[in-house]
């Protein structure tokens, strides 16, 4: 196991569990890319913009690292992540296999696999019960999940509340 990259998993999942967003991003190369079921793929910004909008909505999130493992350039991690789904209110256990790779002891590639089906099941309820199988389901999600995304890396209006998602 290559230790410094070790570490960087190690960091990056403990800052997840703090829901520190601004950690997890500085875990990042500038030009990195992150690829899941629900966002599709981002690149560069985006990436931290995602986990700073995540880590921020997620009050009772708690994030389990089972294991890792990282050589001179790549690495894979599996996850578990339980939380409250902001939009239904629903509890979610995801059980998440990620795969990186590293460059100057940062993550520049960075993908997500799990279960779409299970996760709308959990996420969703009933739409997602008998819907969660379908293409339909999945683009409408990635939509609205890369709509939140764009709203919260809008910087505020002058006169509005800090966020601008009013």
């Given amino acids: 196991m290559n230790a410094t990259n070790a570490a960087v998993i190690e960091r990056f999942y403990d ?7 601004d950690a997890m991003a500085a875990c990042y190369a500038e030009d990195a890319t992150f690829r899941d079921p629900v966002f599709g793929e981002l690149k560069g910004e985006q990436v931290g913009a995602m986990w700073r909008m995540l880590t921020g909505r997620a009050p009772d999130l708690a994030v389990e690292l089972v294991e890792h493992d990282a050589d001179e350039s790549s690495g894979s991690a599996r996850w578990i992540a339980h939380y409250t789904f902001s939009q239904t209110g629903h509890p979610v256990v995801n059980d998440v296999r990620a795969r990186f ?6 993550i520049v590639e960075h993908a997500d696999r799990f ?13 997602g019960k008998l ?22 890396m809008r910087p505020p209006e002058p006169d509005s509340p800090a966020g601008g998602d009013a």
């Fill in 15 to 21: 800052a997840f569990n703090r829901r520190d967003g």
């Fill in 115 to 127: 279960s779409f089906y299970r996760w709308a099941r959990q996420a969703l309820g009933t739409q």
């Fill in 131 to 152: 819907l969660g199988w379908t293409p339909q389901l999945r683009l409408s999600v990635l939509r609205q999940a890369r709509g939140s995304l764009d709203r919260a």
């Fill in 101 to 106: 790779r590293f460059r100057d002891g940062l």
